[in-house]
Structures are given as structure tokens and as C-alpha cells.
């Protein structure tokens, strides 16, 4: 499902928690994502639980894979997110056309080892950190913010859920 007509992957370095990868599936979904894939073991043995509400982890393949590195996309820039020193603040950057975002643990960081094959490393500037679902909604969205998509009504339509039909009055 690439409603954006964008190549976007993400890459989870080992999630610990199910409903935080769950609500990237509905981000990854609302934004176009084509693939997700993770690392480690702590989510593949919670994936029964299911907090996606829109069922995107139907439609988005979500890959379990032993090394990142070894499924970047063909072409993709990777492009590491995390709260790192030297780091190129989000609103700074320029999202690659084909991009393979990495996204780090909860309880964690992106190892070294990892950022040095990152073609660039990004971090949402806040107060705190924010949790791993955040950070995916923000990065895309920021993607979005900077693209030049389709604006309108033939949008919100796309877009919204079976039980919300309300429109504004023209006056």
C-alpha cells in the first residue's frame, strides 16, 4: 500500500513492546510504508498480541530478520533515528526518495556498530525522549509535511475511518 507513492521501509532494532510496534504498523499504514522489519526476539514472542487496529499488519509485510544491514532495500539511504550527539536535527533534513528508517529500542540505543553503515542520522528535537511509536509518527509525518502529496478533500476521504463522514459547511 503506497498511497504516497514513496518507497519507505522501517527497521526496528530489537522492540521490546508490542503495542509500540502495533501503532508503527498503523503509522506505517497511514503514511505509506511498504515493509517493516525487526530485530531480536523480545517482539516475536509477543506478536500474538495485536493492538493494530486497522489491521495493517495484513497489508505491510513485518519481517522478524537476524540483521537490518542484510534487508535494506535496493537503493534505499538508510537513515538511523536516534538521540545521538552530531545527529542532524529533523527539521533540517531532507528525506531521501527511497529511505530505509531505523528506529532503535525503547530501553535501548542504536549501536555504534550500526550508525556507521547509516547513511544519516536524524533526531526529533524534544524535552525528553519520546517512545519508539512516537518517533515513527513524527518522522513520517515530517516526511509527509515535506513532500509534495495530493491536498484535499479526495485525501481526507481516502483517509478516514468508516464512521466519520462530517464535513464543513461552506458559507
Known sequence: MQILNQRVSIGLVNPKNPVNVASILRAAGCYGVASVF?????????????????AFH??????????LKDVIPKGASVVAVELVEGATPLPEFS???????MLG??????????LQWCDHVVY????????LAATANVLLYDRLCKSDFQKGDALIRSSRDNNNKTTIKSN
Open 38 to 54: 525487526y530485530t531480536g526476539q523480545r517482539y516475536r514472542f509477543a506478536k500474538d498480541f495485536n493492538a493494530d487496529t486497522k
Open 124 to 131: 526529533v528535537p524534544t524535552y525528553s525522549c519520546m517512545n
Open 58 to 67: 495484513k497489508k505491510i509485510p513485518t519481517i522478524g530478520v537476524d540483521s
Open 95 to 101: 528525506h531521501p526518495a527511497n529511505a530505509f528508517y
Open 105 to 114: 529500542p525503547e530501553d535501548g540505543s542504536i549501536s555504534e556498530e550500526i
